[in-house]
């Protein structure tokens, strides 16, 4: 059974005269937020040294240097450094494939360099669950090293706030040292799910899941009120006061809005990817999942229709958002699939 205490495990001990070492790669649109708010949660603790931060891009390095400041952070030189020189790691990467890549890198680096001391590598990443299986073993066959599989629920907006659920698999003294370190800063609670790996990101999936099956019924239903003239901001009013859950009140505001910028939201990309995923762990298991196979397919319709009009030209956001999956159920009613003013002069003409 789950605590609703925010964090599952009692204070890890207390520092020694040297203070943890934290390493941050991954600044993308939650990496970004994450890394800033445990550099800035930090900061408020006496005798911690500034986290070490690296992204591809440096620019994004750079940038979260210059906001929190040299004294909370510094960039670092590459995945060897925060292999070799710090005590604890985290990672928010974008795929399996960014996630493989550097833990691979990683792996070589301890090789030349072996650790001497405890090594803890946190991946807050979405991925399939055998792949962290894989890494963990690949981790295991260094010295000190451990691993813990801590995927996250909520969007960059809860990324930004600091409240974001973290979900947490891998050796327990580990885990208590990073649940501790992850909250109150990048989250507001923590759900343990023991000690094999797999199970944080398999939770994950199944959570994911559980969302793009909301939100296709939320598309669905939707677009049933704008085709029958009684009007998606309606239904949506009615979403709001039977059904108030948070996601079906963010992803619906995002749709009736027509507010499909995936740059500030989720990319439909990565929806697509978790889509793909679970429905291989649901083959895999033999537990059919109808809802997630249908809001894979309107992903997939809408990242076409965007691609079809970035050839054009003519495309309104550079990234699709998610939500947008609602252009398949759109376009399978005969409507326009991403501006509902559109619909809704259809209809009046229509009347």
Request: glycine share 10%; aromatic share 6%.
């Amino acid at each position: 059974m789950q605590s609703n205490v925010a964090v599952p495990f009692s204070r890890p001990p207390t520092p020694g005269a040297q203070p943890l070492q934290i390493g941050w790669y991954g600044l993308g649109a939650m990496g970004y937020y994450m890394a800033r708010n445990l550099a800035t949660s930090r900061k408020s603790h006496s005798a911690t040294s500034p986290i070490l931060v690296y992204n591809r891009t440096i620019s994004k390095a750079e940038k979260l240097v210059k906001e929190v400041g040299a004294s909370t952070a510094k960039v670092a030189s590459g995945p060897t450094q925060l292999a070799t020189e710090c005590d604890v790691i985290f990672t928010n990467l974008a795929n399996d494939a960014a996630v493989q890549s550097v833990y691979s890198e990683f792996a070589r680096a301890l090789s030349e360099t072996p650790p001497t001391k405890a090594k803890i590598f946190v991946d807050t990443s979405t991925v399939y669950p055998t792949l962290v299986g894989d890494i963990d073993k690949l981790l295991s066959s260094f010295a000190h090293c451990h691993f813990v599989a801590s995927p996250v629920f909520g969007p960059p907006m809860a990324a930004d706030a600091g409240k974001l659920v973290v979900v947490m698999s891998g050796d327990y003294r580990s885990k208590k040292e990073v649940a501790h370190l992850m909250v109150p800063g990048i989250g507001r609670k923590v759900v343990d799910l023991g000690g094999n790996t797999e199970k944080a990101p398999t939770l994950k999936l199944i959570g994911n899941g559980m969302i793009m099956g909301a939100s296709e019924l939320l598309a669905e239903t939707l677009t049933l009120g704008d085709k029958s003239g009684i009007g998606a901001q309606t239904v949506y009013g009615l979403v709001k006061e039977i059904m108030p859950a948070p996601g079906l009140i963010a992803y619906g505001e995002r749709m009736v809005n027509d507010r499909f910028d995936g740059s500030i939201g989720f990319a439909i990309d990565g929806g697509i990817k978790d889509s793909v995923h679970l429905r291989r762990l649901s083959a895999e298991l033999n537990c059919p999942m109808p809802a997630v196979d249908i809001a894979h397919q309107r992903m997939i319709t809408a990242r076409s229709i965007h691609r079809e009009q970035e050839v054009a030209g003519t495309q309104k956001w550079d990234i699709l958002d998610w939500s947008a999956l609602i252009a398949g159920s759109r376009v399978a009613a005969g409507l326009d699939p991403f501006d509902s003013s559109k619909v809704r002069g259809h209809l009046d003409v229509a009347r």
